[in-house]
């Protein structure tokens, strides 16, 4: 290559990242982009409910470094006031992943959506609605029910919350988030509990799911397990064993639903519900980088489901 060539190749390369930068329509939100033969395929990165894309950044990370292009996105009503949240409905968190969905895949050759939590929701639901447009789910630590072992008994009347609501009961009301947090690393559970109080919402989310919000989130898991059946793009299901969040039953739900479409179930035992940035997060993002090293080649297998 010479001198003409290669500046017209930086001057292209240059031109790519910025359009990519255009993706982000908000300060929380966040690019990667790839390289190589791998930065063709794209990974949309969805987090969980009160929480930022910026909990996605180590995943998205990991995954940049083996040339995967990585976009996070934020949910409507999110990274901000919990005012801004309970105004938002589960429609909405959906109409902000699929947004991100159409502008990226204008950037890449193919899109595999990953996300946290009510984000693997979120990436299930995508899936579900527009199989032509999603390569592969990562679904990590999904949530269809709060039923770890750390959740409060109190939360098994969570389903009297839309009568609540209709009486305009509770709209201020959250269940407060206890230990440990999702996070089984005690050092990293001490920094992420002091960022959740310090008032910044944008770097750690809010520190309580809103009651309203729960509504929304419980209405989401029906849709999605009612439509598991529609899912045709392979999906790579990863949970923690001992989830204090949601039970592994969640991911087993998965599995045995998703009947036309290859699911690949990774159970882990030395994390929390928070397993993109526990203990097994690099056991994480090389379960991910070889699934989607498996989609960008085209050597995924049959539909099938077992567990790893």
């Known amino acids: 290559m010479n001198v003409s060539d290669g500046f017209q190749a930086m001057q292209q390369q ?94 890449v050759d193919q899109v595999v959506v990953g996300g946290l939590s009510m984000g693997a929701l979120l990436s299930l639901a995508i899936a579900e609605r527009h199989a032509d447009k999603v390569a592969g789910v990562c679904a990590l630590s999904t949530t269809f029910r709060y039923d770890g072992w750390s959740i409060p008994t109190y939360t098994k009347l969570a389903f009297l919350l839309p009568l609540f609501r209709q009486l305009g009961i509770g709209r201020r009301r959250v269940f407060m988030e206890a230990p440990p947090y999702g996070i089984k690393d005690e050092a990293l559970r001490a920094r992420i509990v002091e960022q959740m109080h310090s008032g910044d919402s944008a770097a750690a989310g809010l520190p309580g799911n809103p009651w309203w919000s729960i ?34 039953s969640n991911a087993h739900d998965i599995a ?45 297998p049959e539909p099938r489901s077992h567990e790893q």
């Open 14 to 107: 240059s031109t790519g990242h910025a359009a990519l930068e255009a993706l982000c329509l908000t300060p929380h939100e966040f690019v990667m982009p790839g390289f190589g033969s791998a930065a063709r395929t794209g990974v949309l990165l969805v987090h969980g409910l009160t929480g930022t894309p910026a909990e996605m950044r180590v995943l998205g990370k990991g995954l940049n470094r083996q040339g995967y292009t990585v976009y996070a996105v934020q949910l409507a009503g999110h990274c901000g006031t919990m005012d801004d949240l309970v105004e938002t409905r589960w429609q909405d968190w959906l109409a902000s992943v699929e947004s991100g969905l159409k502008r990226f895949a204008e950037h």
């Open 215 to 248: 509504i929304e989130l419980r209405a989401l898991s029906t849709d999605v397990q009612a439509h598991l059946k529609d899912l045709r793009s392979p999906c790579l299901v990863i949970h923690a064993n001992e989830d204090d969040i949601s039970s592994v």
């Open 256 to 300: 045995r639903g998703a009947v036309n479409a290859r699911v690949d179930l990774v159970l882990l035992d030395n994390c929390y519900h928070m397993i993109t940035i526990d203990r097994e997060r690099r056991a994480v993002i090389a379960r991910i980088n070889d699934f989607l090293a498996r989609i960008a080649t085209r050597q995924m």
